[in-house]
Protein backbone atom coordinates (compact mmCIF):
# COMPACT_ATOMS: atom_id res chain seq x y z
CA UNK A 1 0.00 0.00 0.00
CA UNK A 2 1.06 3.65 -0.97
CA UNK A 3 2.19 6.01 2.14
CA UNK A 4 -0.07 8.60 1.81
CA UNK A 5 1.06 12.14 1.75
CA UNK A 6 -0.96 14.60 3.31
CA UNK A 7 -1.04 18.32 1.53
CA UNK A 8 -2.52 21.59 1.58
CA UNK A 9 -2.71 24.43 -1.05
CA UNK A 10 -3.21 28.02 0.02
CA UNK A 11 -4.23 30.59 -2.74
CA UNK A 12 -2.08 33.30 -0.41
CA UNK A 13 -2.98 36.25 -2.98
CA UNK A 14 -5.59 35.56 -5.18
CA UNK A 15 -8.33 38.22 -7.76
CA UNK A 16 -11.40 37.77 -7.79
CA UNK A 17 -11.70 36.61 -11.60
CA UNK A 18 -8.99 33.92 -10.38
CA UNK A 19 -11.18 32.69 -7.39
CA UNK A 20 -14.36 32.70 -9.76
CA UNK A 21 -12.51 30.41 -12.14
CA UNK A 22 -11.44 28.17 -9.38
CA UNK A 23 -14.77 28.33 -8.18
CA UNK A 24 -15.54 26.88 -11.78
CA UNK A 25 -13.23 23.99 -11.72
CA UNK A 26 -14.19 22.89 -8.03
CA UNK A 27 -17.60 22.00 -9.34
CA UNK A 28 -16.40 19.52 -11.54
CA UNK A 29 -15.52 17.74 -8.20
CA UNK A 30 -17.53 14.65 -7.29
CA UNK A 31 -18.14 13.31 -3.87
CA UNK A 32 -17.19 10.31 -2.53
CA UNK A 33 -17.81 9.37 1.56
CA UNK A 34 -16.91 12.74 1.80
CA UNK A 35 -13.55 13.17 -0.42
CA UNK A 36 -12.94 14.00 -3.89
CA UNK A 37 -10.39 12.70 -6.95
CA UNK A 38 -8.30 15.23 -7.65
CA UNK A 39 -8.52 15.05 -11.54
CA UNK A 40 -11.99 15.54 -11.83
CA UNK A 41 -11.15 19.29 -11.77
CA UNK A 42 -10.65 18.78 -14.99
CA UNK A 43 -13.52 17.12 -16.44
CA UNK A 44 -15.88 20.14 -17.46
CA UNK A 45 -17.35 18.27 -20.55
CA UNK A 46 -15.72 21.27 -22.78
CA UNK A 47 -14.08 20.08 -26.25
CA UNK A 48 -10.82 18.47 -25.18
CA UNK A 49 -11.13 17.72 -21.85
CA UNK A 50 -10.74 14.46 -20.47
CA UNK A 51 -13.60 12.21 -19.53
CA UNK A 52 -14.00 11.06 -15.86
CA UNK A 53 -12.53 7.56 -17.24
CA UNK A 54 -9.55 8.88 -17.75
CA UNK A 55 -8.18 10.81 -15.20
CA UNK A 56 -8.92 7.66 -13.40
CA UNK A 57 -5.98 6.10 -15.08
CA UNK A 58 -2.37 5.47 -13.50
CA UNK A 59 -0.90 7.10 -17.28
CA UNK A 60 -2.79 10.44 -16.66
CA UNK A 61 -2.36 11.27 -13.16
CA UNK A 62 1.13 10.72 -13.29
CA UNK A 63 1.33 12.38 -16.22
CA UNK A 64 -0.69 15.45 -14.77
CA UNK A 65 -1.00 15.69 -11.38
CA UNK A 66 2.25 13.39 -10.38
CA UNK A 67 1.44 10.30 -7.95
CA UNK A 68 -0.24 7.96 -9.30
CA UNK A 69 -3.31 9.05 -7.00
CA UNK A 70 -4.61 12.10 -5.32
CA UNK A 71 -7.77 12.71 -3.24
CA UNK A 72 -9.13 16.34 -1.87
CA UNK A 73 -10.46 16.46 1.46
CA UNK A 74 -12.14 19.76 1.95
CA UNK A 75 -11.84 23.46 -0.16
CA UNK A 76 -13.01 26.54 -0.39
CA UNK A 77 -12.14 29.56 -2.53
CA UNK A 78 -8.93 30.34 -0.50
CA UNK A 79 -7.49 26.71 -0.24
CA UNK A 80 -7.84 23.42 -0.86
CA UNK A 81 -6.18 19.94 1.19
CA UNK A 82 -6.10 16.29 0.41
CA UNK A 83 -3.94 13.32 0.33
CA UNK A 84 -1.86 11.74 -2.85
CA UNK A 85 0.54 8.56 -3.10
CA UNK A 86 3.73 8.33 -2.01
CA UNK A 87 4.34 12.33 -2.93
CA UNK A 88 2.75 15.44 -2.79
CA UNK A 89 0.96 16.57 -6.61
CA UNK A 90 3.09 19.41 -7.07
CA UNK A 91 2.73 19.02 -10.63
CA UNK A 92 -1.44 19.02 -10.24
CA UNK A 93 -0.89 21.92 -8.61
CA UNK A 94 1.35 23.85 -10.93
CA UNK A 95 -1.40 22.40 -13.67
CA UNK A 96 -4.10 24.21 -11.27
CA UNK A 97 -2.25 27.41 -11.14
CA UNK A 98 -1.92 27.47 -15.49
CA UNK A 99 -5.36 27.94 -15.35
CA UNK A 100 -5.62 30.56 -12.64
CA UNK A 101 -2.66 32.37 -13.59
CA UNK A 102 -4.51 33.18 -16.60
CA UNK A 103 -6.31 35.53 -14.60
CA UNK A 104 -4.15 36.86 -11.55
CA UNK A 105 -0.12 36.31 -12.73
CA UNK A 106 0.42 37.89 -9.79
CA UNK A 107 -1.60 35.28 -7.82
CA UNK A 108 0.65 33.79 -4.92
CA UNK A 109 0.52 30.03 -3.73
CA UNK A 110 1.97 27.85 -0.95
CA UNK A 111 2.31 24.19 -0.64
CA UNK A 112 2.94 22.47 2.43
CA UNK A 113 3.17 18.53 2.59
CA UNK A 114 4.19 15.79 4.75
CA UNK A 115 4.47 11.51 4.64
CA UNK A 116 2.57 10.34 6.86
CA UNK A 117 6.05 8.66 8.81
CA UNK A 118 7.29 11.09 8.33
CA UNK A 119 9.72 9.97 5.71
CA UNK A 120 9.97 13.19 4.40
CA UNK A 121 8.20 16.65 4.74
CA UNK A 122 8.12 20.30 2.19
CA UNK A 123 6.86 23.20 0.86
CA UNK A 124 6.45 24.91 -2.35
CA UNK A 125 5.62 28.57 -3.72
CA UNK A 126 4.59 29.62 -6.46
CA UNK A 127 4.41 33.32 -8.60
CA UNK A 128 1.53 32.89 -11.13
CA UNK A 129 2.37 29.69 -12.62
CA UNK A 130 6.14 29.92 -11.52
CA UNK A 131 7.44 27.88 -8.46
CA UNK A 132 9.63 29.79 -7.28
CA UNK A 133 11.22 28.13 -4.08
CA UNK A 134 10.67 25.06 -2.51
CA UNK A 135 12.45 22.64 0.24
CA UNK A 136 12.24 19.11 0.82
CA UNK A 137 13.49 17.27 4.49
CA UNK A 138 14.30 13.64 4.75
CA UNK A 139 13.33 12.07 8.51
CA UNK A 140 17.20 12.73 9.18
CA UNK A 141 16.65 16.32 9.07
CA UNK A 142 13.41 16.49 10.33
CA UNK A 143 15.20 14.44 13.97
CA UNK A 144 18.57 16.84 13.76
CA UNK A 145 15.53 19.86 13.43
CA UNK A 146 13.89 18.66 16.60
CA UNK A 147 17.00 17.90 18.52
CA UNK A 148 18.27 21.04 18.06
CA UNK A 149 15.74 22.98 19.38
CA UNK A 150 15.12 20.14 22.80
CA UNK A 151 18.78 18.64 23.53
CA UNK A 152 17.29 17.22 26.48
CA UNK A 153 15.83 14.54 23.66
CA UNK A 154 18.72 14.46 21.37
CA UNK A 155 20.34 13.17 24.59
CA UNK A 156 18.92 9.94 24.34
CA UNK A 157 19.41 9.15 20.93
CA UNK A 158 22.47 7.04 19.54
CA UNK A 159 24.28 8.81 16.83
CA UNK A 160 26.47 6.35 15.83
CA UNK A 161 23.50 3.86 15.53
CA UNK A 162 21.07 5.88 14.36
CA UNK A 163 18.48 4.47 17.06
CA UNK A 164 17.22 4.92 20.38
CA UNK A 165 19.99 4.64 23.18
CA UNK A 166 19.62 0.58 24.38
CA UNK A 167 21.10 -1.27 26.93
CA UNK A 168 23.65 -4.37 26.47
CA UNK A 169 20.69 -6.75 25.40
CA UNK A 170 19.87 -4.33 22.56
CA UNK A 171 16.24 -3.35 24.31
CA UNK A 172 15.20 -0.06 24.36
CA UNK A 173 16.06 2.00 28.03
CA UNK A 174 12.91 3.43 29.84
CA UNK A 175 14.46 7.05 29.27
CA UNK A 176 15.02 6.35 25.33
CA UNK A 177 10.88 5.26 25.29
CA UNK A 178 10.34 8.62 27.35
CA UNK A 179 12.36 10.89 24.95
CA UNK A 180 10.82 9.16 21.48
CA UNK A 181 7.32 9.98 23.77
CA UNK A 182 8.33 13.41 23.85
CA UNK A 183 10.10 13.55 20.20
CA UNK A 184 6.54 12.75 18.62
CA UNK A 185 4.66 15.07 20.67
CA UNK A 186 6.71 18.25 19.47
CA UNK A 187 7.74 16.74 15.91
CA UNK A 188 5.11 18.01 14.12
CA UNK A 189 5.47 21.41 15.97
CA UNK A 190 8.83 21.61 14.79
CA UNK A 191 8.18 20.76 10.90
CA UNK A 192 5.00 23.83 10.62
CA UNK A 193 7.58 26.17 11.95
CA UNK A 194 10.30 24.71 9.36
CA UNK A 195 7.57 25.18 6.73
CA UNK A 196 5.98 28.27 7.78
CA UNK A 197 9.41 30.24 7.78
CA UNK A 198 10.69 29.00 4.55
CA UNK A 199 7.14 29.49 2.95
CA UNK A 200 7.58 33.84 4.74
CA UNK A 201 11.07 34.00 3.51
CA UNK A 202 10.04 33.20 -0.46
CA UNK A 203 7.09 35.26 -0.15
CA UNK A 204 8.86 38.01 1.58
CA UNK A 205 11.57 37.50 -1.52
CA UNK A 206 8.96 37.90 -4.27
CA UNK A 207 7.42 41.10 -2.52
CA UNK A 208 11.03 42.73 -2.62
CA UNK A 209 11.45 41.69 -6.04
CA UNK A 210 7.83 43.27 -7.31
CA UNK A 211 8.52 46.53 -5.55
CA UNK A 212 12.02 46.82 -6.90
CA UNK A 213 10.55 46.01 -10.45
CA UNK A 214 8.01 48.93 -9.69
Known amino acids: MANHVSFNVWFREINDEAKARWKEMTENLKSDNYEYWMGDLWVDGKEGSPTEEQVRQYDWTTDVIGPK ?115 RDVMYEVINDMQEEGIDEAIKAIKEYQEESE
Not at 102 to 128: A, H
Open 69 to 183: WAYINDFDEDSFQGYSAWSAPEEGVSKILEELAKLDPNMITSMTYDDEMPNFVGWSVWLGDQLEDGCEDDDEEIREAVFAQNPEIAEHWDHDNDEWKCDEDGDMLDESYEAEDQF
